[in-house]
């Protein structure tokens, strides 16, 4: 049997070609993350996301938003953490 070697030598065109998909793939493909919270203190302590990201004593957890977190959201067994900028009040402006 003969074998065939089609690799791109190291810094050819298409080589770059090749590092410049996969680059866009990784971005295309990138898992949204949202900040979650035990629903219950029990939750805190039992629950872990499959990928082994577990629940924090103290503040939100970051967690990809896959079915697995979708599926536990609408459970109850987390909550979304309030997002830090929406609680920021603006200044108001003096006149």
């Known amino acids: 049997?003969?074998?065939?070697?089609?690799?791109a030598r190291p810094g050819?065109?298409?080589g770059?070609?090749?590092?410049?998909?996969?680059e866009m793939l990784k971005r295309e493909s990138a898992v949204?993350?949202?900040?979650?919270?035990?629903?219950?203190?029990s939750m805190q302590r039992r629950l872990?996301?499959?990928t082994g990201i577990g629940l924090r004593a103290?503040?939100?957890?970051?967690?990809?938003?896959?079915t697995f977190t979708k599926r536990r959201l609408k459970e109850g067994a987390i909550?979304?953490?309030p997002d830090e900028?929406?609680?920021?009040?603006?200044k108001a402006e003096n006149a």
């Open 1 to 7: 049997m003969v074998e065939t070697n089609i690799r």
């Open 12 to 14: 050819s065109r298409a």
């Open 16 to 22: 770059q070609a090749r590092r410049d998909r996969l």
């Open 32 to 41: 949204e993350h949202v900040k979650v919270l035990p629903g219950s203190d």
């Open 48 to 50: 872990e996301h499959p």
């Open 58 to 66: 103290k503040g939100a957890s970051d967690w990809p938003l896959d």
């Open 79 to 81: 909550i979304l953490a």
């Open 85 to 90: 900028s929406k609680r920021k009040e603006p």
